[in-house]
């Protein structure tokens, strides 16, 4: 296909996997830790670097257009998540770093197997696809740790602001094993997994895109006001603070404690901007343009008390669960599975960023055998990720595909797309051989 495209054979190929987030949903751009492993499904880009300065980007599947640009002029419009600006945050990250303005063109052909809108992070996989390959072409070389940051980075262009999570499982991934990705600095520490059960993830085939919704940076900017009420609220210098981690590092105080502040310091009911004004002492003049993003600026209420008491109790159970990883006890399996039923709770009820077919798959999911089952990613549908005994695993497909996807005819969907067992993969690599 990359013959019949541009009638040339690549010089290289570039892959970056998905991921699934087992546990610590939605706090990464709060500051904590979490828990994800990179699946086997990937992004793959074959790569011709080309003596002019064009750009051109091709998909093996139909539904997303060729494109073409000029390798020096690159424009990401936010208003509009096409397939192609995700490469370009990658390629604009890179050309930003070196501070490069005379770039090589290319021909590039990407095809990938991660499930769109699922919450798998096939976006994320296509940036880092995308600086890694930049990276190649340019004869450049950065650590694994300075890629995720820049990539991470990058991504804000089209209007996300993640946490940077995906990018860093992206690179940092090894076969065999999850990691808890640590951030400010960032690192990654191996958890092994229990041997006795697999995870199993499960296509709600409710799509959800990131970057066209408000609901992503709305929480974004609740957990930055609730950070901001709280650190008042304890006399910490409020303005200089943007995440709920600082809070507690500033207190120096541990997750449960920061729980009952939550309780002491804000309301259950919904902070209108008039009330965060009064409570930090600012004009709502300076709350638009000092604190809200400009696309947070119309929102008229913000559930503060709710988002905080999600990130704090889901950063704990991130912990929990590394540390029963760690000790490996008898009924591990159990336990494991309970802390992820407590995650979907949290983001149901507290960070309400889920959706009733993704808690109708929960329920069928542990119905049929799973321990604990969660949504993953960033909710609002995308996938559920289950922790299931392995001699359980064939009953638990079957019953799972035919209570969910052939009763609600949503079996149109690839099968091994849907519903699949996964076991963690490597991460993002450069090989010539395809």
């Known amino acids: 296909m990359f ?15 998905g991921r699934v987030n087992i546990i610590g949903e939605h706090i990464d751009y709060c500051g904590y830790s979490v828990l994800p492993m990179a699946v086997e499904q990937d992004m793959l880009i074959a790569v011709e670097p080309v003596k002019t300065h064009i750009l051109q980007l091709a998909n093996t599947n139909p539904l997303y257009p060729d494109f073409t640009t000029s390798a020096n002029n690159i424009q990401i419009d936010k208003t509009k998540p096409l397939w192609h600006n995700y490469f370009l945050c990658g390629f604009k990250g890179i050309q930003e770093h070196f501070g490069l303005s005379d770039l090589t063109g290319m ?17 994320s996989a296509l940036v880092c696809c995308a600086g890694l390959l930049t990276l190649t072409v340019l004869g450049m070389s950065l650590s694994k740790v300075e890629l995720a940051e820049i990539c991470a980075k990058s991504e804000r262009y089209i209007g996300t602001e993640g946490g940077g999570m995906d990018q860093s499982i992206s690179f940092l991934a090894e076969e065999g094993t999850a990691k808890l990705i640590e951030f400010s600095p960032l690192r990654a520490t191996d958890v092994k997994l229990p041997s006795g059960a697999v995870f199993v993830i499960a296509n709600s085939c409710v799509e959800m895109n990131k970057a066209a919704t408000s609901h992503f940076n709305i929480r974004v900017m609740e957990c930055r006001l609730a950070a901001k009420l709280l650190a008042k609220h304890k ?15 500033k207190l120096g105080i541990s997750l449960e404690e920061m729980l009952l502040i939550t309780e002491d310091a804000l309301h259950p009911e919904p902070y209108s901007p008039e009330e965060i004004c009064k409570c930090l002492g600012i004009s709502l003049q300076e709350l638009k343009t000092q604190i ?24 704990a159970r991130v912990l929990q669960f590394k540390k029963i990883c760690e000790e490996t006890p008898d009924n591990m399996v159990q336990l494991l599975g309970e802390l992820m039923n407590q995650s979907h709770m949290s983001c149901r009820d507290m960070y309400e960023c889920s959706c009733p077919e993704l808690d109708q798959l929960v329920d069928i999911c542990r119905k049929f055998g799973a321990q604990g089952s969660r949504l993953t990613g960033a909710g609002w549908g995308g996938c ?15 019953n799972v595909h035919e209570a969910y996807y052939q009763r609600s005819n949503r079996s149109l969907a690839p099968e091994k797309e849907s519903l699949f067992a996964t076991k963690p993969g490597g991460g993002a690599l450069v090989f010539l051989e395809a």
């Open 3 to 17: 013959n019949s495209k541009f009638g040339s054979i690549p010089k290289f190929y570039v892959r970056a996997p």
């Open 107 to 123: 021909n590039c052909l990407v095809d990938g197997n991660i499930p769109p809108s699922s919450g798998l992070s096939s976006s």
């Open 235 to 249: 006399s910490l210098p409020w303005k200089e603070v943007l995440r709920l981690e600082e809070v507690q590092a």
């Open 292 to 315: 809200l993003s400009p696309n947070t600026q119309d929102v008229l209420t913000f559930k503060l008390y709710q988002r905080a008491k999600h990130v704090y109790s889901e950063a």
């Open 384 to 398: 559920t990720v289950s922790i299931v005994p392995a001699d359980k695993l064939s009953s638990f497909l079957a």
